[in-house]
């Protein structure tokens, strides 16, 4: 079928309606039988796929394909990232994952519950996390689902609450939902989404979460997921929430994961001489629910950014390696399963105290 289309292509392709060809033969040419094609202003007009079929009626060799094919498998091996070998097991542990019903939060939950981890899904959405919940079963361990919404602190508290009520003890907080260059919106507080749930609800939670981790006495980790984008950051303590120019949604995105550094750096002194052990981490690049906001072009996202960007199941072996190796690194900073570099605003220390103030007051942490 595919030579018989190839066929009719070339036959017929003088009329197509996306292609002017034009075919100059070199009379003194010795190889008399081959032909230059050249084509005119025909990518403007070419719809999905028609690049592939100009290509092949150009008359690309196979030896040049295979070299591209091989070519882009060594790229894309090379975006895939670090991968997580530890073969630790989780046996008897709890791990609280926000955000774990979709993306690399649920590849996350789907690696701990393998090694015999108590996977708790943290999620706005009882319903979809229900349905990750259902799709889990079998990994191995025990999962559940608790209704969290990062973007309402009573939410956030209520939940707390809940775990501290049950008993429940955890040894491994993954701060791991976020928003994504969403529309200007605010939280059930008014503060700006990116900022408000990416940042202040995870300050929260864990805030509230520590002293159970601490009581329990056992070695505990926590992990905030953030970003390469937090090289762009910039922390304004007198305007946090961008009230005083105009929204910019890549900016507060970068912002918020630079408060994710800074809050791991300060959280990690903070909690020097005890069992816990605070991480920051780049999954990497990952197409996944949170870039609904910025990716219509269904084209753009199954052909191109599939290639560039890491699967989910990439995306996790970070957070994965942080839960289950990283031993004696606290406070640093994590891409592709190793510690990565460190970043010069991150290392203000008077700026990350002065932001733990600012949002310990935002979200009335002593009340």
């Not at 961008?242 to 002194?269: C, E, G, I, M, W």
Request: net charge positive.
């Amino acid at each position: 079928m595919f030579r018989s289309s190839l066929q009719t292509l070339k036959t017929t392709k003088s009329s197509l309606p996306w292609q002017s060809l034009w075919i100059k033969t070199s009379a003194n040419n010795k190889q008399a039988h081959k032909s230059e094609l050249t084509l005119h202003d025909a990518s403007s007009h070419l719809p999905h796929g028609a690049l592939l079929w100009q290509y092949l009626v150009g008359g690309v060799s196979v030896t040049g394909l295979l070299w591209s094919a091989l070519w882009v498998v060594a790229v894309r091996r090379y975006l895939a990232g670090g991968l997580c070998t530890s073969t630790a097991r989780l046996t008897g542990q709890t791990v609280v994952i926000t955000g774990a019903n979709v993306g690399i939060g649920k590849e996350t939950a789907r690696d701990l519950l393998r090694r015999g981890a108590h996977v708790i899904l943290a999620c706005r959405s009882f319903s979809k996390a229900e349905e990750a919940r259902r799709s889990l079963l079998g990994e191995g361990g025990k999962v559940e689902v608790r209704l969290l919404d990062l973007s309402s602190l009573q939410s956030v508290r209520d939940f707390a609450a809940g775990l501290v009520k049950d008993n429940i003890k955890v040894h491994i907080l993954i701060n791991n939902a976020g928003v994504f260059m969403c529309p200007y919106m605010e939280t059930q507080e008014g503060f700006e989404m990116q900022m408000g749930t990416n940042h202040l609800g995870h300050f929260l939670l864990t805030n509230l979460l520590l002293p159970q981790m601490k009581q329990h006495g056992e070695p505990a980790r926590i992990i905030n997921v953030s970003s390469t984008a937090c090289l762009g950051g910039k922390i304004d303590l007198d305007d946090l929430f961008q009230k005083k120019k105009p929204y910019d949604a890549l900016q507060s995105y970068s912002n918020s994961k630079l408060a994710n550094v800074l809050f791991t750096r300060r959280l990690a002194h903070l909690l020097r001489g005890t069992k816990i052990q605070v991480f920051a981490l780049h999954p990497g690049s990952v197409v996944s629910s949170a870039t609904r906001h910025v990716m219509s072009s269904t084209f753009f996202k199954d052909y191109v950014i599939s290639l560039a960007l890491k699967t989910t199941l990439e995306g996790a072996q970070t957070t994965v390696y942080c839960a289950t190796e990283a031993q004696q690194h606290s406070e640093m900073y994590f891409s592709d399963c190793a510690v990565g570099w460190a970043l010069d605003a991150s290392k203000d220390e008077r700026l990350a105290e002065d932001f733990w103030k600012l949002s310990a007051q935002l979200v009335k942490l002593d009340e």
